[in-house]
Structure formats: C-alpha cells, structure tokens
C-alpha cells in the first residue's frame, strides 16, 4: 500500500519560495508517475507539476519557469521548488502516485487529469500574500 505524506507547505508573500516535500512509502514500482495538485477553496483539483520514473517531467503552463519538481536519489521523496510565488498560488497542495503508469504525467495541467491517480497524500496548505 502507497503511503504518501506531503511537508512543507507555509505562509509567503508574493514573489517568495516554499520547498514541498513528499515522502511515499511502500512504492516498489519501477515505473510511475508521482505529480502535485493543488485545490483552491471553491476550486477543482488541477495538476501542477509531474514526474515520470524515466525523469521526464511535466508541467502546468501557470507554472511553467517558476515551479520546479524533482525527486530524491532513493527515488522515495518527491519535491516540488516554488519560486516566484504569486497570490494566486494560494491553495492546499497534494502530492500523488499513479504505480505502473508513466504515461500518467502527461498532460498534466488538462482538466481531470487527476483522475490518473489512485494514491493521495494528506495535503499542506500555502498561503501567498500580496
């Protein structure tokens, strides 16, 4: 059983940097796709950023140039570098996992691409201010 839990999150102003991180334990699939959404209050699920098992990444093109994901040697922690923040970045973050499906990762930012996904973490908050 997929067991991912995300840190991290935090209050910013605009223009600031978080680090997100998510540990995944009991993952022994070599090939994946582990991605981060984010939920605004009022708002659907959307897609910021994924990885692939290959290294491949994806992103959503709002954070294209200022979000960058990465993951561990050991392959068992998931980070996500935001820079740049802006207000509108403002949301519960979630890291997720979709075992044996690479092809998971692309397209990321399309609407209901988390449907793909059958492991969630707890989420962490960011808050940006102005």
């Known amino acids: 059983q997929v067991h991912l839990v995300e840190s991290g999150g935090g209050s910013v102003q605009a223009g600031g940097s978080l680090r997100l991180s998510c540990d995944a334990s009991?993952?022994?699939?070599?090939?994946?796709?582990m991605a981060w959404f984010r939920q605004a209050p009022g708002k659907g699920r959307e897609g910021v950023a994924a990885?692939?098992?290959?290294?491949?990444?994806n992103y959503a093109d709002n954070v294209k140039g200022r979000f960058t994901i990465s993951q561990d040697n050991a392959r068992n922690t998931l980070h996500l570098q935001m820079n740049s923040l802006k207000p509108e970045d403002t949301a519960k973050y979630y890291c997720a996992a979709a075992p044996g499906q690479p092809r998971s990762c692309v397209g990321i930012g399309f609407r209901g691409s988390w449907g793909r996904f059958g492991y969630w973490g707890q989420g962490t908050q960011v808050t940006v201010s102005s």
């Open positions: 990885i692939a098992s290959d290294g491949t990444t």
């Open positions: 009991g993952y022994t699939y070599s090939s994946y796709c």
